[in-house]
C-alpha cells in the first residue's frame, strides 16, 4: 500500500545537521502532527555541501550527513510512529569536479572511458574535439602556469595535476612524458607494464582499475626519486604547458564558459554537469543504490529534483514508476505558470510551489495593489513594463552567460539546413532562435512527436506570437523556425526536427529561470512578496473565487501534491511574504510613507558618476525587504538583522545584474548602498522612528495572515510541507540565509509547553498562553500542531474529501475564505477572515448548506456551535481564525 503522508516535514542535512541530530528529534515531530520525513539528497556529495544536489557518488550515503545503518536505526525508531520518509533525489546533474567518481575516470580516459557516455558532453564540439573542457580555473590558464597554482602530484592512485581541492588525474598517454622527465631509467624498467596500462585505457573500469593498480604499485617502488624529480618537474612551464596538451580534458578560466561550453550544465553553474538519464544504463547505475534503501524499507517516497531538465521526463517517470513499482509515493519539482497544468505523468503531483502562489495570491488586495503599482510606475518609469523585461532579460542572459549552449543549440538547428543563406544562418537565425527561446511562456513542454499535441502547438504559438511582436525583423528567420516545429512526411526530417525541440526544452527552463527568478525578480518590484518562486510579479491579487475555482481542480486533479510556503529556494521566507502582502491593504499609508522615506533618505544617497547610489528601484526594493525582514521584536540588533540584510541586498544588486553582478562586481555601488542600510537602520535617524509605528501595526495584521496561510496549506487539497523550523515564524531571505541552523531545542521547550497546558487545562488554555505569547511566535506553532494532528487523525477527508467553497452574506470578495471539507460523515469547517485592515467589524454571516451537520467544535477555542447560520464576527470573537469539525 502506498505512504501518503498527512503532513511532510522537509530537513535540510549536511555535516551540520546529521541523521545524528534528527535521532531525538522525531517524538518532536511526532508531537508535532509530522507523518512523513521529507529528506534534501543524502547521497555522497562534494565535501562541506550544504544542500547535497552536487552529487559525487550516486552508490553511498554522503559520510558528512551518516552511515546506512544510522539510516536504519532512524527508520526503526519513525516506523515505530507511523512516519515514512520522502527522498529527495537528483537525476539530472552531478558535481563536476574530480571527486566524482564516474567523472574522475572521464578525465583520465576521455572519450575511452566507461562514463563517458554518461554524462552530456558533446566530444565533437570545435572548441576542443575529443577532449571535456574543465572551466573552474579562478585565473587564465597562463597566469596560473606563471604562478605554479598548477601541480604534478603523486598519489596512491597514480599521476595528478593538482589546482586546490581538485586532482585531475593524468592520462594514461600522458605516462610517457612524465617517467621520461622524471628519471628515463624508470621509463624503460616499467616500458611493459605502462605498455599493458595504455592498451587497456579503452576496457571497461575493472579491466582499467586491475591494470592501472599494477603500474601504480610499480611506481610506488621509486617513490623517493618520484617525489624528488616532482619539485624539479613544478618549476617547468613549458614541461606543464607540454604535459597539460597530452591530456583527456582541457583546463580553463572559468569566464570562457559564459561564450562557449561542451558540456550540458545545471543552469550557468560550472561545476555541475548534466547527465544522460534518456540512457538506460545511466538510470540503472545512478538508481541501484537509492532503490536498495527503498526495498529495506527505509524510503516510502521520491521527490524528483529539476525534472524539466531531463531530455524525456515522462519516460524517466515511467522507468521510475517501473523500478520502484506502484506503491512509491513520487512527486516532481515542476515550477507551473499561473495557467499551467501539470502534464499526465504516473506521479502523485508536484512539490507545491503552484500553492505557494495560489496562497500568495488570495491574501493580496488586488484594488490596493492597484495603488502600489501607480506608484511603482511614477517612482520607476523605466521598470513599468514586466513582460518586456523578462524578455529581455532572458535574451541577455543568453548573449552574456549562454552563450556557449545558444552556439551548441545553433550547431544542431544548422544541421536541420532550414535556411541556406550563410549570413543569415550564424547571425539573424542565431537571433531568431534567441527570441523564441527569451519568449517561451513557460518553463518547458514535454514534446515527444510530431505532429505537436494541442497543447504543445498552443504553447509554441503562444512563443512565436510574442517573439514576432518583440521582433518583427526576424520574421523570415521565425517562420523557418516555426516549420520546424511541424510534422514532416519524411521520418528522417521529422526525427531530427524532434532532436532539436527536445534539446532546446533542455535550456528554455534553466533560461526562464535564470532570466526571470534569478534576474527579473530582483528587478520589477511593485510588491516583492510576489517575485517568487511559482509566482508571477504581474499578478498582484487574486479573487476568493478564483482560489476556491483552483482548489476545486486541485483535488480533482492533484490532491496528493504537496502544499509549500516555503522552501530552500524560496526568495523569502512565508512570513516575510504575509507581511509584505499587508502593504496591498495599507497602500495610502504606505504611498505617504516611501515619499517621506525618499526625503528624509535622499541626503544618504551617494552621486557615483551618472547615477545615485542606491537608484531608487533599489530604494523601493529594499523598503519592502525591511518590512518583510524586520525582527518582530522590533530591535534591529536581533538574529544578526543588519549584517543579514546587507549580505542579501549584496546578492539583490548581482542577481539583478543591473548595477552590479558576479562577474564584475560593481564595488563602489555596493558600498554605498550598505552604507545606505547603515544610516536607514541608525537609531539616531528619523527612518527608524518613522516606520516602527508602521511595522506594529503589520506584525498584528500580519499574524492572522500567517495562521491563515498554515490553515489553508494543511486543510485545503493537497498534502502540507513545513520546511524547516517553519513551525515558528519564517522572516528570511532567499539562500543561504533560509539555510540557517534551526533552533530546535526552543521549538521543542514551546511545543512541550503547549502540550502540557492542553492536556493539564485544556485546549482553550493552550489558546490563551499562545495568545500571551504571540511575540515568539506561539500562536503560528499552536495552529501548527493543531491542525497536524487533526489531519493525521483522519488523513482520508483531506485527500479524498470534497472541497466546498462558502460565501459570506452580504456579498464581497475580499471579506472571508471559507470552505467545508467532506468525506461520509466526516466534515470540517474553516473559516479565515480576509480584508483585515478594511473589514473589521463588519457583520457577516456564512450560511451552511441544509445537509450538513448542525453540531460543530471549534479545534483552537473548543467552543461548541449549534446553527447553519454562522455570525462569523461571533465565530472569530475568541481567535482570529476557525476550524471547526462536526460532533
Not at 594514461?172 to 599493458?196: F, R, V
Not at 480576509?834 to 471549534?858: E, F, Y
Amino acid at each position: 500500500m502506498m505512504n501518503i503522508p498527512s503532513a511532510a516535514y522537509r530537513l535540510q542535512f549536511n555535516a551540520s545537521f546529521t541523521f545524528a541530530d534528527l535521532d531525538g528529534l522525531y517524538p518532536y515531530l511526532d508531537s508535532l502532527g509530522i507523518t512523513a520525513i521529507y529528506a534534501s539528497p543524502i547521497l555522497q556529495a562534494s565535501k562541506g555541501s550544504q544542500h547535497n544536489y552536487d552529487v559525487n557518488n550516486p552508490d553511498k550515503i554522503n559520510e558528512e550527513i551518516g552511515t546506512e545503518k544510522e539510516l536504519a536505526d532512524l527508520t526503526i525508531e519513525l516506523r515505530k510512529r507511523g512516519m515514512g520518509w520522502i527522498q529527495d533525489i537528483v537525476p539530472n546533474h552531478m558535481n563536476f569536479d574530480s571527486n566524482n567518481v564516474w567523472l574522475k575516470d572521464v578525465f583520465e580516459r576521455g572519450i575511452n572511458s566507461s562514463y563517458a557516455g554518461y554524462f552530456d558532453i558533446d566530444w565533437e564540439h570545435p572548441f576542443s574535439p575529443g577532449k571535456l573542457m574543465v572551466p573552474l580555473l579562478g585565473e587564465p590558464l597562463q597566469d596560473i602556469l606563471r604562478d605554479g597554482k598548477l601541480q604534478l602530484l603523486f598519489k596512491e592512485d597514480g599521476f595528478h595535476i593538482g589546482y586546490f581541492d581538485n586532482h585531475f588525474p593524468c592520462s594514461p598517454e600522458s605516462y610517457d612524458l612524465i617517467l621520461s622527465a622524471i628519471d628515463p631509467g624508470i621509463k624503460n624498467e616499467l616500458a611493459i607494464i605502462s605498455a599493458n596500462t595504455l592498451r587497456l585505457r579503452d576496457h571497461n573500469i575493472s579491466d582499467w582499475t586491475e591494470a592501472k593498480a599494477a603500474l601504480t604499485t610499480a611506481l610506488f617502488n621509486h617513490e623517493s626519486v618520484i617525489t624528488e624529480a616532482l619539485e624539479r618537474i613544478n618549476s617547468d612551464s613549458s614541461f606543464m604547458q607540454s604535459l597539460l596538451r597530452e591530456q583527456h580534458i582541457v583546463l580553463t578560466y572559468h569566464e570562457l564558459s559564459n561564450t562557449q561550453i561542451n558540456y550540458r550544465r545545471f543552469f550557468a553553474v560550472n561545476s555541475l554537469i548534466c547527465l544522460r538519464m534518456e540512457e538506460q544504463q545511466v538510470f540503472d547505475d545512478y538508481h541501484r543504490y537509492i532503490h536498495s534503501l527503498y526495498e529495506k524499507g527505509y524510503i516510502t517516497g521520491l521527490r524528483i529534483d529539476h525534472v524539466d531538465g531531463l531530455k524525456d521526463p515522462k519516460q524517466y517517470v515511467d522507468r521510475l514508476r517501473a523500478l520502484f513499482g506502484p506503491e512509491v509515493y513520487i512527486i516532481v519539482e515542476k515550477i507551473l505558470d499561473i495557467k499551467e497544468d501539470l502534464p499526465e505523468m504516473d506521479i502523485q503531483g508536484t512539490s507545491g510551489y503552484e500553492f505557494l502562489s495560489y496562497v500568495n495570491q488570495v491574501v493580496t488586495d488586488s484594488k490596493g495593489s492597484e495603488r502600489l503599482l501607480q506608484l511603482y510606475n511614477e517612482l520607476a518609469p523605466d521598470f513599468s513594463d514586466y513582460e518586456a523585461i523578462v524578455f529581455e532579460k532572458k535574451f541577455n542572459f543568453l548573449g552574456r552567460y549562454f552563450n556557449g549552449e545558444w552556439d551548441n543549440l545553433m550547431r544542431l538547428l544548422l544541421s536541420l539546413d532550414i535556411i541556406g543563406d550563410e549570413e543569415i544562418r550564424t547571425g539573424r537565425l542565431k537571433n531568431a532562435l534567441g527570441a523564441l527561446m527569451a519568449a517561451f511562456p513557460v518553463y518547458r513542454v514535454y514534446t515527444d512527436r510530431l505532429p505537436l499535441t494541442e497543447h504543445d502547438e498552443r504553447v509554441f504559438g503562444e512563443a512565436f506570437e510574442k517573439a514576432y511582436a518583440r521582433k518583427p525583423d526576424l520574421k523570415y528567420e521565425l517562420d523557418a523556425l516555426r516549420e520546424i516545429t511541424r510534422d514532416h512526411p519524411d521520418d528522417v526530417v521529422r526525427a531530427n526536427r524532434l532532436v532539436f525541440i527536445r534539446r532546446m526544452m533542455q535550456y528554455t527552463g534553466p533560461l526562464a529561470a535564470k532570466g526571470v527568478e534569478d534576474t527579473t525578480f530582483f528587478l520589477y518590484n511593485p510588491l516583492i512578496s510576489h517575485n517568487e518562486v511559482g509566482d508571477q510579479p504581474c499578478v498582484l491579487g487574486i479573487p476568493v473565487r478564483e482560489f476556491h475555482e483552483k482548489m476545486i481542480k486541485r483535488q480533482s486533479k492533484n490532491p496528493l501534491s504537496l502544499n509549500c510556503t516555503s522552501t530552500h529556494d524560496t526568495k523569502r521566507g512565508e512570513d516575510n511574504r504575509m507581511r509584505i502582502n499587508i502593504i496591498s491593504e495599507l497602500a495610502d499609508e504606505w504611498s505617504k510613507l516611501v515619499n517621506y522615506w525618499q526625503e528624509i533618505n535622499e541626503p544618504f544617497r551617494k552621486q557615483l558618476q551618472d547615477v545615485k547610489a542606491p537608484i531608487v528601484n533599489d530604494e523601493y526594493y529594499l523598503y519592502q525587504t525591511l518590512v518583510g525582514g524586520f525582527p518582530e521584536t522590533l530591535n534591529r540588533d536581533d538574529d544578526h538583522f543588519i549584517e543579514r540584510t546587507k549580505t542579501f541586498f549584496i546578492k539583490v544588486l548581482r542577481e539583478s545584474k543591473l548595477m552590479s553582478d558576479y562577474i564584475t562586481p560593481n564595488q563602489d555601488y555596493e558600498a554605498a548602498s550598505m552604507a545606505f542600510i547603515d544610516h536607514l537602520l541608525d537609531p539616531s535617524h528619523q527612518y527608524l522612528p518613522s516606520i516602527l509605528p508602521f511595522l506594529k501595526k503589520i506584525i498584528r495584521y500580519a499574524n492572522t495572515y500567517v495562521m491563515l496561510q498554515t490553515i489553508l496549506k494543511s486543510t485545503a487539497p493537497g498534502i502540507p510541507e513545513v520546511y524547516r523550523g517553519c513551525e515558528l515564524w519564517d522572516l528570511s531571505y532567499v539562500d543561504p540565509d533560509n539555510r540557517r541552523p534551526v533552533d530546535f531545542i526552543k521549538r521543542k521547550l514551546l511545543l512541550d509547553e503547549l502540550n502540557r497546558i492542553e492536556y493539564e487545562e485544556g485546549v482553550d488554555k493552550a489558546l490563551e498562553f499562545a495568545v500571551n505569547h504571540y511575540d515568539i511566535g506561539a500562536e503560528k506553532m499552536f495552529v501548527t500542531k493543531e491542525i497536524l494532528n487533526l489531519r493525521r487523525e483522519d488523513n482520508e477527508l483531506f485527500l479524498r474529501g470534497e472541497y466546498i467553497p462558502l460565501y459570506p452574506e452580504p456579498g464581497g470578495e475580499r471579506h472571508v475564505i471559507a470552505y467545508l471539507r467532506h468525506l461520509g460523515e466526516k466534515w470540517l469547517l474553516v473559516v479565515l477572515p480576509l480584508g483585515i485592515v478594511a473589514n473589521q467589524g463588519k457583520p457577516l454571516t456564512l450560511q451552511l448548506p441544509d445537509n450538513v451537520p448542525l453540531s460543530w467544535t471549534n479545534i483552537f477555542t473548543d467552543e461548541t456551535l449549534s446553527n447553519r447560520r454562522i455570525e462569523v464576527s461571533d465565530l472569530l470573537h475568541k481567535f482570529p481564525v476557525a476550524v471547526l469539525k462536526n460532533t
